[in-house]
């Protein structure tokens, strides 16, 4: 069965999710595209030479016939009402982060999917799916490490023109949810340290930043959020356990001795190191929408990360350590 | 538009194949299969759970009607007659190592492809599509070492039971024809030099060996062959250029600090070394076969592979520098 | 000329310091030697093979016509009475950390050093002498990373059984001096984190702990101490700054590919790891004393040192930021 | 006791012996030196900063009452007839290599030292002392790979202005000597093969080169001299065993992440290389002399060393396998 997709928001990330879904994953294909216009999503399906559909709306999508399900991947703040409606129209539904603006507008779409007894909604946090992670959770979960007691991130970039809290949250928010995943635990407090800001930085945004997240089993995670690092984009992970300490594996490149130097590249942008993350992010969620499952993110984790980026926003600004106070999770989300 | 792929041979290797093609690339389907028998085909067709039509031999898997190309995947001495068979009748045929048991053999087969006038034959030489050697080859091409001079190989197999020279040369192959795609470059001799046999290797296997090739830009390569390393399934190779020194790089993993070592895991089985590579070389063999094209090793590179897998069997017994005389490659073949 | 040295504290350091400047070292040679009781002091003399006399006090030694320099390696409550002595009797004296037990008692000493007109006290913080600091310092001296924003580092020890805040205090004190040093910076703030205390930490200690300072520049110091990690003596250091990020370099040993794994050893005892920089303090601290010099760590900088652990261990008990409240350095010290 | 040590030859090495005698290592001093003519060695004394007398030539040095022992650093062809006049005076000699111009040179100094009835020669191949190769050869004494099969050296250095064979045996003969310490073995025959000539290669230099070395225990040895590899000063050597594969470490240095790279540097001299291991050969030199001990590289490991140059002289001229013909290794000589 080749599922019927719907495109809500053809920008960049929109085309790249439909040449994904037609040429490059099995099982699905775009038959419906929207954006802000008609003409915007005519001329995104005829750049990415598909055949598909173009519709005035996201909600025309959605509740066109010949769509199984929907990926949204529209501008932020219109996420959740599309996503309201996917529920409304029983229809499965990918949302790229955030699944809302604010951690209520998360609330309400998991209140609306489990009113609606469906499991409908996974949100597109693609570092769980990422080889890499993989690896260290697979390490850790035989016990590589023993009991993990200490995490350490750093999610660093080489250059981005970010002010205010946008930055440090869209970026640690990959963090937020995937060390969750990887740790199978839940955050209970924040804390954000500034460090002098980087001489390099542009504007007024604080640069690089250091977050520490304490967890209901009592581990510490460290977070360097480093948006203009300059040198690369270079993701890490060490984990501290009882036993032994474990790291994220770095993509490999051709070791290179010239000039006095050994090295191995860097990778520069973001896409880059999670190319491989999205294809199979999307083809394990094709493969399980077609059997009416869904595996992936949910809905309750959108909203433990819009709760944990809040806290930290608040964090930053109290300089305190913030609580981050969650619902209990309801039996809907296992 | 989905290529139509005749199997012949539903061994292990032809199995997956089958998966492969239907389960995870895009753009082809297998149809038909054949193997030593009708219930063999039948059995293997049931197993990988596809829809397709078994027939009793390989060459009624290329006279059918529904098969657009077919891959050879049947025991060694066969290939020879369903790649003359599958040229005969017109059709793009992927052939599994060796195109033949014999140079004669695969020059035969060389010279029905030029007669046909059309590109149908491709070797499945998957190196060729193996992320670290694509990785070394456009550094290499780059300029980032300058001219290449020397290139050390080694081959690596934790165990293995052969005897005689099949081990030698079944494993090198892959080294002949991706060094030459590598270095651009073609064999002028070769030279085995057998160190003592490891302890560990039973029988009468000569095991390690280290072979020479010297190619015509003046290059010297080595190659280990070792059989029974005990250690794991590693692949290496340096390419010692004029201005630095490159290494093909190694598969990522989680560095684990653990009893007082700091290791990284190093795979045990040649399948997960290679797994990627065989799917980009039938994705890619099936995206230029649906374009009528031919990119990958040629019935040429078939041909130059077992002469110079010839030359070293003789060079092993004869413990001489022999030539390896090759014919000039006909225009046919770039 | 040949620098006689007094040894106060014949234990199994001060055994060792012997062995070290009469038998590695150039320059100097111990004439002199006490502990608790002469026989000790002689008995240790005799172990060693040295020629020296014993004494049956430390301030016998001071006094001691003979005797040009004195190193301080008893039991540390009585670090202080014997250093002032030494600084009253004019003549040069290395303690090994702590200077004293408490703050104030390094306060004393300052005045008393400052009082003297003298540069006479060297306090043994042997990781300024290790080649790894000295090699990541130069690096940053030189620009390489621009200018340090974060650092974080790990002091691991496979074992050990203490308990209170000795553990932390006892191990985290090097950390604290040489960062000052690699930093040319000074603290202004700690706080203490305690994740959940491993499972295989015996009795009542809090193992590991996280410490944060905060410095005058405006850096981030993080500090993981974990005295029980299993896996053996590990001392880690990654810079982060402006432009790049450095790490502390590891202990060269033999790469090794062995049943599946690709490992190097760890270090698995604190001595194997820092025994050629206690040389090399040694040999700077008696080239420089032999000219009347004295260029290696102050007691100014163990008097920080103290101020530190003292904040720190506050921290710890009222899990609050607390200041480091620090004179201004006197001009005597640079 | 001190050992009082006569320079012979007061060149740039000459120089730095003395240095290193009299400042860094214990238990000797430099009391006499030679060099062509009375005013170099005077001018080298004075340069240095020593208290040691001056003479006229060698011999002088070797007849003076008061030297206990001789370090012969003259122009090659001359150390031949000084350390068979040490042998004469009965006087321990430390040789920098080459113990002789020729293969009989080196065993009339044998025969000179075995008829004494005394171990007084030593050779000065460093490589013995150097921590990298003593850690490879303590893990391949104790088990770590099984028994070695294959070793893959590489001599690599920057930039080099030789002609003819001077180049690859000059810096070779550190390999001859160092494997046969390594793996306990002899070498029975020698073969060079020559790789096309670097473009950045001036003058007639065959460079690189590629030696191949059949031993008694039947392994085969790969040594790549590259005398203008460009990129650095680079020692490799890679054992391959029956259960594992080996490394010898690298120098350590401070990774750095920047520009895109995650780069250690390279070793650019080979004075850098292996300035430990001249301190440690020399100390563990004056340990034994003063102990009438000799336990370092022998007058027959020179001539062994010799033979193998030869032979690859040889082999690179008649493009052979040429044998490496040795006596039986007198008793003398263990």
Redesign the interface.
């Known amino acids: 069965m080749t599922l019927s997709i719907g495109i809500i928001g053809t920008g960049a990330i929109g085309k790249e999710h439909m040449r994904r879904l037609n040429?490059?994953?099995?099982g699905a294909r775009v038959v419906a595209a929207s954006d802000v216009g008609l003409e915007q999503a005519q001329a995104a399906i005829d750049e990415v030479g598909i055949e598909a559909r173009a519709y005035a709306s996201g909600h025309d999508v959605i509740n066109a016939a010949e769509v199984d399900a929907v990926v949204v991947t529209s501008w932020g703040p219109t996420h959740e009402e599309f996503v309201l409606a996917a529920i409304e129209a029983g229809k499965p539904v990918f949302c790229e982060k955030p699944l809302a603006t604010t951690a209520e507008g998360c609330l309400r779409i998991v209140e609306a999917e489990i009113a609606s007894g469906r499991a409908l909604v996974q949100v597109g946090f693609m570092r769980r799916f990422d080889?890499?992670y993989r690896?260290?959770k697979a390490?850790l979960d035989e016990g590589?490490?023993?009991?993990p007691?200490?995490a350490?991130c750093?999610h660093?970039n080489?250059q981005a023109n970010f002010s205010g809290d946008a930055g440090l949250i869209d970026s640690c928010v990959h963090e937020f949810d995937v060390m969750r995943w990887l740790l199978e635990d839940d955050y209970v407090s924040a804390q954000v340290?500034?460090?002098?800001v980087?001489?390099?930085v542009e504007g007024d945004l604080q640069d690089?930043s250091?977050i520490?997240l304490?967890t209901r089993?009592?581990?510490?995670i460290?977070i360097?959020s480093?948006l203009n690092?300059?040198?690369?984009y270079?993701i890490r992970c060490e984990l501290?356990g009882?036993?032994?300490?474990?790291?994220?594996?770095?993509?490999?490149?051709?070791?290179?001795?010239?000039?006095?130097?050994?090295?191995?590249?860097?990778?520069?942008h973001w896409k880059d190191r999670f190319i491989d993350a999205f294809d199979v992010e999307f083809q394990e969620w094709v493969d399980a929408t077609a059997k009416g499952e869904r595996h992936g993110p949910t809905a309750w984790d959108g909203y433990v990360a819009a709760v944990t980026s809040d806290a930290c926003v608040k964090a930053r600004h109290s300089q305190q350590v913030e609580p981050i106070a969650l619902a209990e999770r309801p039996a809907f989300y296992r």
Chains 1, 2, 3, 4 share one sequence.
């Open positions: 040429h490059t994953l099995k080889w890499a690896q260290l390490l590589g490490i023993g009991q007691l200490i350490k750093a660093r080489a340290i500034q460090p002098r980087s001489s390099l690089p250091l520490i304490r089993k009592g581990m510490v460290t360097e480093f690092c300059q040198y690369g270079d501290v009882e036993s032994g300490v474990a790291d994220l594996p770095q993509p490999a490149s051709v070791p290179l001795r010239h000039s006095a130097r050994d090295s191995l590249g860097v990778i520069t």
